[in-house]
């Protein structure tokens, strides 16, 4: 009614965030959305405005909501909302006796519009639902997910969503000869593991895969170097979301049914101080043959990813996209605001993933791999040496990896936003989930483009 309207007019000038209209049999709440240059950002606006509604669904005890669009706006608006909405429930609440108590009522989010196709509200569901794999994967603790309880995780994935997979044992590692993984776990009592996933539909429309490769250490005190800083391995539990990352993003390109064949690598260990630990001065053979001058113990994740990705060369990709936790430099640099990337693919697939970065707010920056870099990482008595020394801390744990591939490839740190510990709008508390939503986007736009 006009009192209504002017009502809602009036929260708008002074800068409502939300507008509330009660009307006994339902509420009506108007999410204002300020248009930026960037479309991009205002879809981030609308993300936000979506979880900023959590607390009324939780305090009401809503459990479904309705979004549609009031007055001529973008149908990826309505979209954006729905995602933040949806997101900002989450809750890790395995651990908790209150758990019914603090978990979201919310069951049902309808988007309201004649323009928007099932499948991309379907696509979004899907989505969503592996973003909370993977934030529920991370937040486990390493006493409830050690390497072999990690590749189980992915086994039940696959097995839901339609994908295959086969894990190795640690005999078969040794088979192989992975040094750089066998390394790592030599300071741990329980065994590594390294699972290789494949989505490949019957009608894939890439003739060579893509490979996603993920760090898996399931837990990080350092090895022998141990982490020297205060409260510095409270939050170590999260060093395998590049893992849980890749292994949902194959979940939900298999159960949405995207046609592209791709193929997921996950090396898994913790990395522990045991009397067998490997050592500062050690030399590993990886598995590709380099020899490696070990120089601080706590640099593991390259050491296992070195392996995974020389692996990645038996499937001749197209393109290999490798997510880690990997340095505190790339973190110290831009925050969790953001992904620092570098690699050897081509500049026109580096437009099309930052440009997925901005859609789905999980931007990309590009870190320089010039060769002064690499010569921060030559050994004196081995091929390289696993540290570089005080500067470019990320960029030389790109440089390292690029010894180990000979394809277009990415690398993406996302030691910033994987695992944060302030609650940031819709990503929430401690697991993110970062890099699903982008592989997702990414992935599911070069099936159409192929």
Not at 211 to 221: C, P, Q, S
Request: proline share 4%; glycine share 8%; hydrophobic share 40%.
């Amino acid at each position: 009614n006009k009192e209504q309207v002017a009502y809602i007019h009036k929260q708008i000038k002074q800068k409502s965030s939300v507008i509330r209209i009660n009307q006994y049999d339902r509420n009506i709440l108007f999410l204002p959305i300020e248009k930026k240059t960037d479309s991009y950002q205002t879809a981030e606006l609308a993300r936000k405005a979506g979880d900023s509604i959590v607390s009324f669904v939780k305090s009401n005890d809503v459990d479904e909501m309705s979004i549609a669009a009031n007055g001529d706006i973008d149908k990826s608006l309505l979209l954006a909302a729905a995602e933040g909405l949806a997101l900002g429930t989450y809750r890790f609440l395995k651990y908790r006796k209150d758990e019914p108590t603090e978990k979201s009522p919310l069951k049902s989010i309808t988007v309201c519009d004649a323009t928007i196709k099932d499948s991309e509200v379907e696509n979004l569901s899907i989505v969503i639902e592996g973003v909370f794999r993977a934030r529920d994967l991370v937040n486990e603790p390493v006493n409830f997910l050690n390497a072999v309880q990690l590749s189980e995780a992915f086994k039940g994935l696959g097995k839901e969503a339609g994908f295959s997979i086969k894990v190795l044992d640690k005999a078969a590692i040794q088979k192989l000869g992975m040094g750089g993984l066998l390394a790592v776990n030599f300071g741990s009592i329980d065994p590594p593991t390294f699972s290789i996933m494949e989505w490949k539909p019957a009608k894939a429309v890439n003739s060579k895969p893509v490979v996603l490769v993920g760090k898996g250490v399931v837990y990080d005190t350092g090895g022998l170097s141990l982490k020297p800083t205060l409260n510095s391995m409270d939050s170590m539990k999260c060093d395998m979301a590049g893992s849980a990352a890749v292994a949902c993003t194959m979940f939900a390109l298999a159960k949405a049914g995207i046609p592209l064949h791709t193929v997921a690598l996950v090396p898994s260990t913790d990395n522990r101080p045991d009397g067998n630990a490997y050592t500062p001065g050690d030399i590993i053979k990886m598995y590709n043959g380099l020899m490696v001058e070990v120089l601080n113990t706590d640099a593991e994740g390259r050491m296992i990813l070195g392996d995974a990705l020389s692996y990645a060369k038996k499937y001749n990709p197209q393109l290999v996209i490798d997510l880690a936790t990997l340095t505190g430099a790339a973190a110290t640099a831009i925050g969790q605001y953001g992904i620092v990337y570098m690699g050897t693919a081509s500049d026109e697939v580096k437009k099309e993933f930052v440009k997925s970065g901005e859609e789905v707010y999980e931007r990309l920056v590009e870190f320089p791999m010039w060769d002064e870099y690499d010569e921060l990482i030559k050994s004196e008595i081995a091929d390289i040496k696993n540290v570089g020394g005080p500067v470019g801390g990320a960029i030389t744990a790109g440089m390292f990896l690029k010894h180990f591939v000979d394809y277009p490839w990415l690398h993406l740190d996302i030691a910033g936003p994987a695992f944060i510990h302030h609650p940031d709008s819709y990503r929430g508390r401690n697991a993110t989930g970062t890099g699903v939503r982008l592989l997702f986007n990414y992935l599911s736009k070069l099936a159409k483009k192929s």
